[in-house]
Every structure is written in structure tokens, then in C-alpha cells.
Nanobody, 126 residues
């Protein structure tokens, strides 16, 4: 069981930036997929970005391409999500996910993930 702890959420104005962090109790560089999801009130959880830890290959939801960047620091067992040009529709609880599908196949489907963090709130509002 991988323990995940997110941090870095907060309230920002539209156009602002935030960097989320997720520290994992176990972090391996293999054909392992890690990801960020988000969930707005009354909506389903959706995939935001994913990364294959061995190759650093990344995947993004269309809604965040060009604005968000997922990255990793293996030495620190940490996953990051840099969020720029934030919009009100980016508001939600952001979750780190681990133990996902090999090679991030269909990574955006929540049932394919076994481990979740507790979430960190992001609010974008003027």
C-alpha cells in the first residue's frame, strides 16, 4: 500500500499559478504510472495529468494542455503539478494517484487506480 500526501493547494485569482506536491511512501522507477486527478463539487473525478516514472513520458487532459506540467523528483519520492494560467473551472479538490495502469494505459479512468491521497483544495476566483 502506497501512502500519498498532497500539499500546495490554495486560493488564487484567475491567471495565477500554484504548484502541487505529492510525497509517496514508496516511489519506484519502472513501468509505473502516477497521476493527478481533480473533482469539482457535484462532478465526477477527472484525470488531469499522468507520468510514466521510468521514462517521464507525460499525458494531459485537453483542458489543461499548455497550462499544467506534471513532473517528478525520484530522489525525493515526490510528484509535482505546476499549474499556470489558472481558470475558475480549474477549481476543485486535487488528488494524487499511484499504482495505476502499466504504461499509463487509459490512465484517465479512476477505477484503474489503487492508491489515492487525501486531496488538496484549489480555488480559482476573483
Amino acid at each position: 500500500q502506497v501512502q500519498l500526501v498532497e500539499s500546495g493547494g490554495g486560493s488564487v485569482q484567475p491567471g495565477g499559478s500554484l504548484r502541487l506536491s505529492c510525497v509517496a511512501s514508496v516511489y519506484t522507477s519502472g513501468a509505473i504510472c502516477m497521476a493527478w486527478f481533480r473533482q469539482a463539487p457535484g462532478k465526477e473525478r477527472e484525470g488531469v495529468a499522468a507520468i510514466i516514472t521510468r521514462t517521464s513520458t507525460t499525458h494531459y487532459a485537453d483542458s489543461v494542455k499548455g497550462r499544467f506540467t506534471i513532473s517528478q523528483d525520484n530522489a525525493k519520492n515526490t510528484l509535482y503539478l505546476q499549474m499556470n494560467s489558472l481558470k475558475p473551472e480549474d477549481t476543485g479538490m486535487y488528488y494524487c494517484a499511484a499504482s495505476g495502469p502499466l504504461w499509463c494505459s487509459n490512465w484517465f479512468l479512476p477505477p484503474r487506480w489503487r492508491n489515492w491521497g487525501q486531496g488538496t483544495q484549489v480555488t480559482v476566483s476573483s
